[in-house]
């Protein structure tokens, strides 16, 4: 399995005291499956502002780097992992581009022309 592209899917997750575990089914190229999971301390990421929306895709990534060896099937989201996120998304907020000005009512005019009632027309 070492050499092979894992695919991982979520089948589901458990609360566990204070953590969430992720379980993930790893498809290799063959279409055999192996089990794996990933646990993430829920306190820590609401520290590190991480939703809960956001810890599937997170541990997946995780799921992605770490499963070379084909041996380990249960990582841990942790501390460093959170605080390197934390960091590339306040990285990210500050390059965002300044938002557009607001329209003006007249956005349009110029190929609109003025408004007419109907029937009040030229005949």
Known sequence: ???QKIQFVLTGFSDFTGSRVFAFEGVAADRSRSPYTVTADLAMARRYGITL???PLLCRVILDQRHEDGRAVAFTYGEAE????AKDRAAAKQ???AKRP???G???SA???PFQQ???GPR
Request: proline share 12%; with cysteine; charged share 15%.
């Open 1 to 3: 399995m070492a050499n």
């Open 53 to 55: 929306q956001e810890l």
């Open 82 to 85: 959170m605080c390197l996120y």
């Open 95 to 97: 390059r965002k581009p």
């Open 102 to 104: 607001p329209t003006t």
């Open 106 to 108: 007249t956005v349009g």
């Open 111 to 113: 190929w609109r022309g």
């Open 118 to 120: 109907p029937g009040s």
